[in-house]
């Protein structure tokens, strides 16, 4: 059974879910109460109150109620999830490390932790602790034996100005025009996400057509991004007034062109060529020079595509980790040939030949 593009859900999440087909779902998002366990009113130290979260939804009535709550949630969201999709939940220090045992007990196989940074965290009021200035997102496949999870790494990289994406990620608060307000003119929800935080999820572990989840909808910020981004949406929500301003919310986003929703493919999914194929087309031949990336070292190319340096030989990737002394090299990006612009990297001999198998 088919997924609508936009599919809004009043009610209970676990019931919602366990109606769902099973392994019918490509990404996961959640944002689960995180039980704060706050005792009394916060105070700013000119006495006006602080608007917390004390909403009932965010109310257990002890660690194990909200242990097997999770469990419950979870259990449900595996079901539905496809053998190669993942999931996402957001936290704080008050339960990231509880939901984080859960996720491992039930068979999911955690990637990686991070840390969303606040760049404009609530100060700690009351002076007793740090300020609280992150949360914290686990990213988990369906099991340890799923490896073919969504990871678009170059598309990342690209968005990070060339620079491999880390897992501290620095973002504001929801603050001004993205907060949606209540009929009062105050917030509606209080731990509304930023977009930023959820354009990079979807981003980076999802592709466009994708099937995501947020079993924990609030105000529709999952949805708002994912239409954007030309992702299908399911959203479940038990409060009918966040319910009501996430559809009027999500009816107003212009979804992004399918042509500008193309990311920087992986390498690693490009057709495989072997460094033999490069002197096979002749690109190289026989007792080529290839240089170190500084040209300072040197190897001779030969015909079964191996390389030679004195008594060395081996691989490119071989020699070049031996040229290093390093336990293991990229020969692709390694070595040098020379050409009327100076040293250019074997790779784009690499980038030919897949041209060539595509065409």
């Given amino acids: 059974m088919a997924h609508p593009k936009e599919s809004f859900l009043l009610g209970d999440c676990i019931a919602h879910m366990n109606s769902l087909p099973e392994k019918s779902v490509d990404l996961i998002f959640a944002d689960p109460p995180y039980n704060l366990q706050l005792g009394g009113d916060l105070l700013r130290p000119d006495n006006s109150k602080v608007d917390a979260v004390d909403d009932h939804w965010d109310q257990f009535a002890s660690f194990e109620a909200y242990d097997s709550f999770t469990k419950d949630w979870l259990a449900a969201a595996r079901r539905v999830l496809k053998d190669d999709g993942a999931i996402w939940v957001i936290g704080s220090y008050h339960n990231i490390f509880r939901v984080g045992n859960s996720l491992q007990n039930l068979g999911f196989w955690i990637l990686n932790d991070i840390v969303w940074r606040k760049s404009n965290p609530m100060p700690n009021f009351k002076g007793t602790r740090f300020t609280n200035a992150h949360e914290t997102l686990i990213w988990a496949s369906k099991g340890v034996g799923n490896r073919r999870y969504t990871f678009n790494y170059d598309a990342m990289k690209a968005f990070n100005d060339d620079t491999q994406m880390r897992s501290d990620w620095t973002l504001p608060l929801c603050t001004g025009e993205e907060r949606i307000k209540g009929a009062d003119g105050l917030k509606l929800h209080p731990t509304q996400k930023p977009e930023s935080l959820l354009f990079r999820v979807i981003l980076s572990s999802s592709k466009p057509g994708d099937v995501i989840l947020d079993p924990f909808f609030g105000t529709g910020v999952t949805g708002a991004v994912a239409k954007k981004l030309g992702r299908s949406f399911i959203g479940i929500e038990r409060e009918e007034n966040y319910l009501a301003a996430a559809k009027a919310r999500i ?109």
Avoid at 324 to 337: H, I, L, Q
């Fill in 251 to 359: 009816a107003g986003v212009i979804p992004t062109s399918a042509e500008d929703l193309e990311v920087m493919g992986s390498k690693r999914s490009e057709p495989r060529v072997p460094f033999g194929a490069i002197i096979e087309q002749g690109l190289l031949s026989p007792g080529d020079v290839l240089y170190c990336p500084k040209g300072k070292r040197t190897a001779k190319v030969r015909a079964d595509g191996s390389l030679a340096a004195g008594a060395l030989t081996g691989s490119i990737h071989k020699m070049g980790a031996m040229m290093e002394n390093a336990p293991a090299c990229n020969g692709w990006t390694y070595w040098r040939f020379k050409t009327d612009r100076g040293l250019t990297s074997i790779d784009v001999l690499r980038a030919q030949v897949r041209a060539g198998i595509a065409a």
